[in-house]
């Protein structure tokens, strides 16, 4: 049976990748893994258990120290805010952790080397995303190969949100049945839940369930 791994952020993008790999490999042959990279907002973390435990599948949590240890960006560092905009310098939001995706990626590919998993799912989007240079296509097929080299693997890295706007992203996440699930997302970078709605996370969140006009359901959640 063909397997997927799929990393689990607890977002909005990662919960709607489940359930896709949910409805490709189906419920025994999809696993989550869900990295704690010391982000300051540990209501991520709750979220992702919260959507693996909904859709009934084995989720693996894993330590990475290192990003805290680096700081410099407003994810990993509590000294910084979330600003709006991008660096005069980096052309980058300083929500950028220079790094992350391709370490999650790495160890998401060791952990599916161990588990016999051949396909690696991640909900990385290079439209509507979020300037981050490590979601872009060509990042993710320079990093298969590397993985594929590396590991002596034919591992298949998936990324189905890659050309989506955050309008189709939510069109999917209701053809997929993800939407209940939403629910349980975490996008705010304020760490709010209900969500703030002014943090750039909420605003494209925003954005993406009005244009497809849809409710978003985790603004009719109840509290934890
Ligand atoms: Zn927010």
């Known amino acids: 049976m063909q397997k997927a791994l799929v990393v689990l952020s607890g977002g909005q993008d990662s919960t709607t990748c489940l359930y896709w790999a949910l409805k490709r490999f189906g419920a025994e042959g ?22 693996a435990q909904r859709a009934g599948v084995r989720h693996t949590q894993l330590p990475i120290n290192t990003f805290s240890a680096l700081g410099g960006n407003a994810l990993t560092d509590g000294e910084i805010a979330v600003a709006s905009g991008v660096s005069a310098d980096t052309g980058l939001p300083n929500t950028f952790v220079p790094g992350r995706n391709l370490i999650f990626l790495t160890f998401a590919a060791a952990l599916a080397y161990q588990r016999g998993i051949r396909h690696l799912v991640t909900g990385v989007a290079q439209t509507d995303y979020s300037g981050y240079p490590d979601c872009r296509e060509n990042t993710l097929q320079a990093l ?6 590396g590991m002596a693997s034919d591992i298949e890295l998936h990324t189905p949100l890659m050309h989506l706007s955050k309008a189709d992203t939510v069109r999917l996440a209701v053809q997929l049945g993800a939407l209940d699930a939403l629910a349980d997302s975490h996008t705010c970078y304020n760490g709010s839940r209900p969500p703030c709605g002014q943090c750039p996370a909420c605003l494209l969140r925003t954005k993406g369930f009005a244009e497809a006009g849809v409710d978003d359901p985790l603004l009719e959640a109840l509290p934890w």
């Not at 298969?144 to 080299?149: G, P």
Request: aromatic residues 8%.
């Open 30 to 51: 999809v696993e989550a893994v869900t990295f704690d990279y010391g982000q300051r907002h540990r209501i991520e973390l709750r979220a992702a258990r919260k959507v």
């Open 144 to 149: 298969q190969q590397a993985l594929r080299l």
